[in-house]
């Protein structure tokens, strides 16, 4: 069956998990294109919006499995992008901050994210994404309560 078909999209759900679909792709795609991770930018933006975060606590904010992230975050230790320390506080703990080199990386990929939002809502006007934004947000339980 096509995803465009009428009859599924009628239903709310399915036609939402079409648009996160598209939204999902279109994202990793232009980051690929650039040679980055999706998924390292919203590391690098948790760090950089939250600061030092431990490993839990930074897996349950991106909702990555903690044996994936590891992977994830070797890569960006190696590359520079984030550093690790001892939590001074719990010895068993390493706090991840992000660095110089992670936050212009953070910031080439946000215009990244940018180009992704335009290639799949480039058909709503600036007033229907923010209308659209509100209301997933509100959907989702995370305004409006």
Do not use: W, Y
């Not at 212009?104 to 058909?123: F, N, Y």
């Amino acid at each position: 069956m096509s995803t465009e078909d009428p009859a599924l999209l009628a239903m709310p759900a399915f036609a939402l998990a079409h648009i996160g679909r598209a939204a999902r792709g279109a994202i990793k795609g232009t980051f690929e294109r650039e040679g980055l991770s999706f998924r390292a930018h919203f590391v690098l933006l948790c760090l950089n919006t939250h600061g030092e975060l431990s490993q839990r606590e930074l897996a349950d904010r991106v909702g990555m499995d903690r044996s994936d992230l590891v992977k994830l975050l070797d890569g960006l230790e190696t590359s520079g992008r984030l550093r690790r320390a001892p939590d001074p506080h719990d010895r068993r703990r390493h706090l991840l901050s992000i660095t110089p080199e992670g936050a212009a990386t953070l910031k080439r990929g946000e215009h990244l994210v940018g180009q992704a939002t335009d290639q799949v809502l480039g058909r709503l006007s600036d007033e229907e994404r923010a209308t659209l934004h509100r209301l997933t947000l509100r959907a989702l339980g995370s305004i409006g309560r």
